[in-house]
């Protein structure tokens, strides 16, 4: 008790005010888990604490994700530092970063891999939540941190409207604004105390002001979300190196490429590459690039390959395919520890597969789409290969070189989940016609 009155007393002292909010985190309709964000304005500094989690449901694995974070500002929002770490039952790491002489030198530790960015940040409002902003802020230069490459973001920002919002049977009189970068796409919604009280973000995430924290009552299967149907004859389509589809569910876009032939509502797919135009680099490098463990088993490949590199390429596939245990993995790691812990799903494979490419410089990718398997469609990653004027498509984790025509690639980048959400509308139905 007398510990109690003292946190008390002291906080009075220093002055400070506090706010909270609680949102809930929603996919779909259905709630996966929650998000709280505390204002504290202390002295000169406005210090906020989040912590957000969720928890679904992954082709039968439960999967909980934890990530809490503490950033610090001066009163005209200029940052000072940070603090973030995420947790799961597979992965833990942590970004700690601060200002020195308008630099921002930001240090991480994935996997027990230490990587330090230092980033100009003069003139430059930045921030790392993006439900944490307050609206009067939107007027700055505002930046976001990609944490994926390290690199800060230009948001740009655009009133939208202003509207009445229902939340729990409360309405809010609210502006809409639409915030994008390089990387990721929002929709805000503010109150008329400059809160922002419900985003919504490119990937399907929707978060919305509530009264207190409330555990999901149930797992939400995740790819209950994304559903996707398989209609037509599929017996032999890992046989096949032809199939005509015709598709519903992908967002405005046209998903011809070296080996698809989009056109309206149908899509011609096939296991031979058309073309080689267009074959588009792996932007991130952060989590493909190879450490001396990677580099040592590629040089093994590459001398069992007699110094062949398409027998080096085949070679390495048929490595990553032995290697890792199937099985799903809620993290994102290092090509290193992929291979130290032996395991994963489709992104551990394409990613663990990249990193030998890159090692002996072979021009490699990471595509994401669908696939064909046991009766439906799943969510899937693999790669593309270019060598010698050629585009190889190939899948680690179903060992096949040049894939079958139920591999349907919708986009290209790293993680592959992230850039794959992006292009799905909801539901999906596939029906093969040819």
């Excluded at 942590?94 to 230490?114: A, M, R």
């Excluded at 990387?183 to 922002?196: I, M």
């Excluded at 995740?222 to 149907?229: A, Q, S």
């Excluded at 490595?319 to 890792?324: G, R, S």
Aim: hydrophobic share 35%; glycine share 4%.
């Amino acid at each position: 008790m007398k510990t109690k009155l003292l946190l008390f007393s002291l906080l009075l002292f220093l002055n400070i005010f506090a706010q909270k909010k609680v949102m809930d985190v929603f996919l779909g309709g259905k709630k996966v888990g929650y998000y709280v964000e505390e204002k504290t304005y202390v002295d000169s500094l406005i210090r906020i604490d989040e912590r957000n989690k969720m928890r679904f449901e992954v082709y039968g694995n439960d999967v909980e994700i934890f990530s809490n974070s503490v950033s610090f500002y001066d009163r005209k929002w200029n940052i000072k530092k940070f603090f973030v770490s995420v947790k799961s039952k597979d992965i833990s790491f942590f970004l700690n970063g601060y200002l020195q002489d308008d630099k921002f030198v930001i240090k991480t530790d994935l996997s027990g891999k230490e990587k330090t960015d230092i980033l100009d940040v003069k003139g430059k409002k930045i921030i790392f939540n993006i439900e944490s902003v307050d609206r009067e802020i939107l007027k700055e230069n505002l930046f976001t941190l990609n944490p994926l490459n390290m690199k800060l973001e230009k948001v740009d920002i655009k009133f939208l409207k202003d509207e009445s919002l229902k939340i729990s049977g409360k309405t809010f009189a609210s502006s809409k604004y639409l915030l994008k970068s390089e990387s990721s796409t929002f929709y805000l919604w503010f109150d008329k105390k400059n809160r922002c009280v419900k985003s919504l973000s490119d990937q399907g995430i929707e978060m919305v002001l509530t009264d207190s924290v409330k555990e999901p009552t149930e797992n939400f299967n995740i790819l209950d979300y994304f559903k996707i149907e398989a209609k037509g004859n599929f017996r032999n389509i890992r046989k096949d190196n032809y199939a005509k589809y015709v598709i519903e569910g992908i967002k405005d876009k046209d998903l011809s490429n070296y080996r698809q032939i989009h056109k309206k509502d149908t899509l011609e797919v096939f296991r031979k590459t058309l073309n080689s135009e267009g074959f588009e680099e792996i932007k991130d490098s952060f989590y493909l690039m190879p450490d001396s463990s990677i580099i040592s088993i590629s040089e093994r490949l590459f001398k069992e390959s007699r110094f062949d590199t398409l027998t080096f390429i085949k070679k390495s596939m048929e490595f990553v395919n032995k290697k890792l245990k199937k099985k799903v993995f809620s993290g994102l790691v290092t090509p290193s520890q992929i291979l130290k812990n032996s395991y994963g799903d489709c992104t551990e494979h394409s990613q663990l597969f990249a990193s030998l490419l890159i090692s002996k410089n072979v021009r490699v990718n990471v595509v994401s789409g669908l696939v064909f398997s046991e009766g439906q469609f799943f969510y899937h990653a693999w790669n593309n290969v270019f060598y010698k004027g050629k585009i190889y498509s190939i899948d680690p984790t179903f060992k096949q070189f040049e894939v079958d025509p139920s591999h349907i690639e919708i986009s290209i980048g790293f993680p592959p989940q992230e850039v794959l959400l992006k292009n799905i509308s909801g539901k999906i139905v596939i029906r093969r016609i040819k």
